[in-house]
């Protein structure tokens, strides 16, 4: 690397470290579409030499064909190792030259990208970006280096306690559907990924029409408009996806045990959420926050933690996914005391469904949930991110300023209202990895084990 580009790097990473929470409001957030009518959501902040970009397809792992799950997180993986006249060394050497970074990343449901760039070198930057996308090589050395990664990751995942819960509690909760497949594929499904799958995937899966953009920072709108037809105008008009069945979620109570010789058990445990566009959506993000997701102000926390001490840690979230929503959570204990805190977490589950929460519980949630999301806004990138994000849940450009009154609305009532429709703890989808003592399988689990 040149002395520019290690000066570039300094200046780029002093930069983000600096970086304060920067207000935004949906004044800030414009819509830029191109001559050639492809929308962003951009946020022009120009005091900080910076640009951010971040894009998503509805692509994710969920669209993998069968016999070829993991070949999302494959093309996410090798799609900057190389393109167009570049080969895999050149391009990386560009990216570093110029302080660029540049990535890809999956999820069940969406392929992302993202882009950081000092302001002088945007131009190139979203160049290589947009030939990343467009005109990705998939070279045999690049790919058959990362093939071998991925499948090294892989087979370290087979001894994971906490990969393998996450893993057998989708298998579990979707059976053979597309939500059980985990995203990073398997041994066998990676080895089975050809060239030709990779080149597909480019071709097909990355269209105009199942994309959202946001951009944060030092750029204007009409810099980013003659961009985004440099950049995405080479995707075809239309994305190639199959179409995606209902997925629906087991219906009934259900405990797998995967044994595994460690002295503390690994316990993930989920059932019905929502959705992001449901109507109770915030009530549920109240309800959670109350349940497992405010950390020590929780009660799966008090109870199970701070009165019993059965766990280091328990906790909550719910999980909006496109075709379903899931609230899931976690903990770690003594082999002893798994069936102790898996019995107490129903207990709480079931006191906040049936008497609902109290007034200070309520009125903590909201104070911290507003009070803490500024922080979420912290960087371009994490902005970038957040008008994605607002894109993909097809949330209006003035939600930033109708998030706090939409949680402050939430009662009481709602709350309860929304825990009976949702929390049922006679139907909790169990997956424990260890040796727990005196739990056995049941249902769905006990068939599968």
């Not at 997956?431 to 727990?436: A, H, L, Q, T």
């Amino acid at each position: 690397m040149t002395y520019s580009s290690r000066s570039l790097l300094s200046v780029l990473g002093f930069l983000f470290i600096s970086l304060v929470s920067l207000p935004v409001h949906a004044a800030d957030i414009q819509e830029v579409t191109s001559s050639g009518g492809i929308k962003a959501w951009l946020v022009e902040e120009h005091s900080i030499p910076i640009v951010s970009l971040n894009v998503a397809w509805r692509a994710g792992s969920s669209f993998d064909p069968k016999g070829k799950g993991g070949l999302a997180h494959f093309a996410a993986s090798t799609m900057d190792e190389g393109s167009a006249d570049l080969d895999s060394k050149a391009f990386q050497e560009k990216l570093s030259d110029l302080a660029i970074q540049l990535g890809f990343d999956v999820g069940k449901d969406s392929f992302s990208g993202s882009l950081k760039t000092l302001s002088e070198n945007t131009n190139e930057a979203f160049q290589l970006f947009g030939n990343a996308i467009t005109q990705p090589r998939f070279d045999k050395e690049p790919v058959e280096r990362i093939r071998g990664q991925i499948l090294n990751s892989l087979n370290q995942r087979l001894s994971n306690p906490n990969s393998l819960a996450g893993r057998g509690w989708f298998r579990l909760a979707f059976g053979d559907q597309a939500y059980s497949r985990p995203s990073n594929g398997t041994i066998k499904t990676i080895a089975a990924v050809t060239h030709d799958d990779l080149v597909n995937f480019a071709k097909t899966r990355l269209g105009k029409d199942n994309m959202v953009i946001g951009v944060v920072g030092d750029i204007t709108a009409k810099d980013l408009s003659a961009l985004l037809d440099k950049t995405f105008g080479g995707l075809p008009e239309k994305a190639d996806l199959p179409t995606m069945p209902p997925q629906y979620l087991l219906d009934e109570a259900a405990v797998k045990i995967i044994p595994q010789d460690i002295p503390q058990s690994i316990v993930t445990f989920g059932g019905q959420g929502v959705t992001r566009d449901d109507p109770d959506y915030y009530a549920a993000y109240v309800l959670n926050y109350i349940l497992g997701g405010g950390g020590f102000e929780s009660r799966l926390t008090d109870e199970i933690r701070e009165k019993r001490g059965l766990v280091y840690s328990i906790y909550s979230y719910l999980y909006p996914m496109d075709e379903i929503g899931l609230q899931m959570g976690g903990f770690g204990t003594s082999n002893a005391s798994v069936k102790e805190a898996l019995d107490l977490t129903r207990g709480v589950i079931a006191k906040i469904r049936d008497e609902g929460v109290t007034d200070e519980e309520l009125e903590g949630a909201k104070t911290y949930l507003n009070g803490s999301f500024p922080l979420s806004l912290s960087s371009n990138d994490s902005i970038a991110n957040i008008l994605v994000a607002m894109q993909r849940s097809h949330l209006p450009i003035g939600y930033l300023d109708q998030r706090a009154s939409l949680i402050n609305a939430v009662t009481k009532d709602d709350i309860k209202r929304v825990a009976q429709r949702l929390l049922d703890p006679e139907k909790l989808i169990v997956v424990v990895v260890g040796k727990p003592v005196d739990l056995k399988p049941v249902g769905a689990g006990a068939e599968k084990s």
